[in-house]
């Protein structure tokens, strides 16, 4: 019998696989499946979806004959299978479910899964070419684990979350050739997603939001759970599925980076200790760019990553805790700002949403942040912030997991550097924060 794991770019999905049963008279009946999916070596899994012509073949005799086609090279492959049990839970259910997901974000639940079926398999066979005499040329892989291997000795040699963050997107980039890339972490009071890094796009989108469970990311994050596409050419259902990641209700004016045409996709959920903070997310415009090879490749990078941001997180709280330092102006700091100019801001308590000079800037957390140093500064003259003396503020508002104040941090200043308005957000030394305006800030507070 072949090796099933020889088969897994034939249970992709990406062209439909046939099943066939027998009734009592030996009648045989044929049906499509959207997918079978690799368990182990010797089983499989179909979602419970079958007509019910099928469903009751399978369920007088057990047997059922599925032929799959690798989307790749277009070899196909006969599998005799035997019906072993059902389940309603656990990984293999989970990994179908978000697929169903996928595909049916638009369609009502109609397709909601009830039970993924699994099936042993007695034996697997190739199904002679037409043409025998003309035989595809062996694919060479590159070996990724060499790749992995340096990337991640790159990230260990970053000293803050914000050059790790560029340093793994430029390394997909450089070492994979996943150049459209992204990293989100959790908006800490929406239950979604705020884009904080990305690369390969016409905009970088910092401050774009994902709801939880909308699109690929969305149900990434919300289930824990690796999500790869490796055709979406499949279906315009598809397409609707990654428009509606940026969401529909609830969402920004800042839009999602995003190709026009993806047909790969892959979102990775980062975990650490337990706890997400964030989501790893990497499109294509070829087909096939993310085999399971390449999700095996990325876990170890998405795994490495999320560790990463939470212990350079908590050792930046540790310095910041145990040191001496003083948040004190030069005194030549209000100098420098322009007199005549004005700075119109307005800021919503609601949601925490900030304009500056009537242009959305962003909302939330790093909305309330930059209030907080701007009516400070209105106040007191005070430009130096210390990151420590954020922490401890109660009027700001700050979530309760440990890493969010440095991630909104680094959005904060990325967005006010995507804007290049005349308010921004330097990094002065570790763990101090120098606000730099070009003129002076009339501050509105709009309760609605």
Do not use: W
């Amino acid at each position: 019998m072949i090796p099933l794991e020889r088969l897994r770019d034939s249970l992709e999905g990406v062209i439909p696989s046939i099943i066939a049963t027998t009734d009592a008279d030996g009648m045989p009946n044929i049906s499509y499946l959207s997918h079978v999916h690799y368990v182990d070596e010797t089983h499989v899994a179909l979602s419970n979806q079958f007509f019910s012509k099928t469903a009751a073949n399978v369920a007088r005799n057990g047997l059922a004959t599925v032929m799959v086609v690798d989307g790749y090279s277009g070899q196909q492959h006969v599998l005799d299978l035997v019906f072993d049990r059902s389940e309603t839970e656990g990984e293999t259910f989970e990994r179908v479910a978000i697929h169903l997901a996928i595909l049916e974000s638009r369609m009502s639940g109609i397709m909601k899964l009830r039970a993924v079926d699994i099936y042993r398999v007695e034996d697997c066979r190739a199904v002679p070419a037409a043409h025998p005499l003309v035989e595809p040329a062996p694919l060479v892989l590159p070996d990724l684990m060499s790749k992995v291997a340096r990337l991640t000795a790159r990230m260990s040699d970053c000293g803050d979350p914000e050059t790790l963050l560029d340093a793994t997107l430029e390394g997909m980039g450089e070492l994979f050739g996943y150049r459209h890339s992204m990293v989100l972490v959790p908006d800490g009071e929406r239950g979604g997603l705020t884009t904080i890094a990305s690369r390969g796009y016409d905009q970088f989108g910092f401050g774009a939001e994902v709801p939880a469970g909308r699109g690929v990311i969305g149900l990434a994050a919300e289930r824990r759970r690796n999500v790869r596409i490796t055709d979406l050419s499949r279906g315009q259902r598809y397409i609707q599925a990654v428009r509606a990641m940026a969401g529909v209700e609830d969402a920004t004016p800042i839009p999602l980076p995003a190709l026009d045409k993806p047909l790969s996709q892959i979102a990775l959920p980062l975990v650490a200790r337990g706890r997400p903070v964030g989501v790893l997310f990497s499109e294509s415009t070829e087909r096939f760019t993310f085999r399971h090879r390449d999700e095996e490749a990325l876990i170890v990078i998405a795994a490495h990553l999320a560790t990463a941001l939470s212990f350079l997180s908590e050792e930046r709280e540790r310095a910041e805790t145990n040191g001496r330092e003083r948040a004190e102006a030069p005194a030549d700091q209000a100098g420098s700002m322009q007199a005549d100019r004005r700075i119109a801001v307005r800021f919503y308590p609601r949601d925490g949403s900030l304009f500056v000079d009537d242009d959305y800037l962003i909302r939330g957390v790093p909305g309330r942040l930059l209030l907080h140093f701007l009516e400070d500064y209105m106040r007191t003259g005070k430009r130096d912030f210390l990151n420590r003396e954020i922490r401890r503020d109660r009027r700001l508002q700050l979530p309760d997991f440990k890493d969010n104040l440095e991630t909104r941090l680094i959005l904060l200043r990325r967005r006010l550097d995507e804007k290049a308005g005349p308010i921004m957000l330097e990094r002065a030394d570790r763990g101090r924060l120098r606000l730099t305006l070009a003129g002076r800030p009339e501050i509105e507070v709009v309760e609605e």
